[in-house]
């Protein structure tokens, strides 16, 4: 873990606020799986009423709007992931804010981990 110690004066903003980036981490675990499911069964819906009504236009229309719907989803699954990368890239160029964001990262895409950096850093921070 390098400089960031538990309990010492060194720690980043990130390892001090590391219960507040364990609960965004559980907010974007649930926004990350719900949306998609709900943006592929509208458009599962959609479809499902333009096929009933059986109008080619609305049929089209509707696969349409469910492909749109399906690449949003993975798009949407998948920001936090680069989100993490470029600010991985960031601090890359400063050994102190690299250590203090693996925290953050720890917190965001492993927040219920109970022998993860957030889980240490969080218990400290309450």
Known sequence: MGDIVPGSETLGFCANTANIWQ???IALLIFKIVIPILLII???LDLGRAV???KDDEVKKSVKSLA????S???IFFIPTIVSLVVGLISNFNESAKE???VCRSCITNPNDPSGDCAI????AW
């Open 23 to 25: 609960i965004v981490g």
């Open 42 to 44: 509208w458009g599962m």
């Open 52 to 54: 009933i009504a059986s």
């Open 68 to 71: 749109m719907r399906a690449v």
């Open 73 to 75: 989803a993975v798009v």
């Open 100 to 102: 203090d964001w693996e």
């Open 121 to 124: 850093y969080a218990e400290q």
